[in-house]
T-cell receptor
């Protein structure tokens, strides 16, 4: 089955710096790669996603890049703010008739004022 | 308001006592899924459904059952709960094949003693 590795498990940055979280996956047939943000005590919320036919997608301060050949994708947050502090999860969907969505183990991001 | 509603939010039960966690969505979504979240393990998929009467196993289905008799509801059933099923459970839904983003419910914190 699909295996998703997420790094780092914790990340601490100063306000205004950039943060990068990376995920690798094993199944080359996977075709959808979302990122979720989970604040303490709350539900996961989708913040950005990318499909396999796209290499990069940006939404204001957040961007995701995908390298299908190397089977890895990354979340980039620029100009970080304290409210960006949360746990971030990457996920991978195989598609093609399967709805198996496999999550990474999460990255706890702390943005220090 | 578009939402995924889970009940109960908190539940403490004893080993072996059957229980059901309900999940309902008002967005006419085709796809629904159950996840459990445990510290250090991220979110793991239990079961998913791609439409009424269509369900399939995720990565950790043992000890759980689901049903999808109508589009809006996707209950999670624990026939004989055990302490290793103590966890935070999330139900989620999404529209269909070309709209991949899941909307999560608020979660159910289950403790089995």
């Amino acid at each position: 089955g699909e295996n998703v590795e997420q790094h780092p498990s914790t990340l601490s940055v100063q306000e205004g710096d950039s943060a990068v979280i990376k995920c690798t996956y094993s199944d080359s047939a996977s075709n959808y790669f979302p990122w979720y943000k989970q604040e303490l005590g709350k539900r996961p919320q989708l913040i950005i996603d990318i499909r396999s036919n796209v290499g990069e997608k940006k939404d204001q301060r957040i961007a995701v890049t995908l390298n299908k050949t190397a089977k890895h994708f990354s979340l980039h947050i620029t100009e970080t703010q304290p409210e960006d502090s949360a746990v971030y999860f990457c996920a991978v969907l195989r598609g093609g008739g399967s709805e198996k969505l496999v999550f990474g183990k999460g990255t706890k991001l702390t943005v220090n004022p | 308001e578009a939402q995924v509603t889970q009940n109960p939010r908190y539940l403490i039960t004893v080993t072996g006592k059957k229980l059901t966690v309900t999940c309902s969505q008002n967005m006419n979504h085709e796809y629904m899924s159950w996840y459990r979240q445990d510290p250090g393990l991220g979110l793991r998929q239990i079961y998913y459904s791609m439409n009424v009467e269509v369900t399939d196993k995720g990565d950790v289905p043992e000890g759980y059952k689901v049903s999808r008799k109508e589009k809006r509801n996707f209950p999670l059933i624990l026939e004989s709960p055990s302490p290793n099923q103590t966890s935070l459970y999330f139900c989620a839904s999404r529209r269909g094949a070309f709209n991949y983003g899941y909307t999560f419910g608020s979660g159910t914190r289950l403790t089995v003693v």
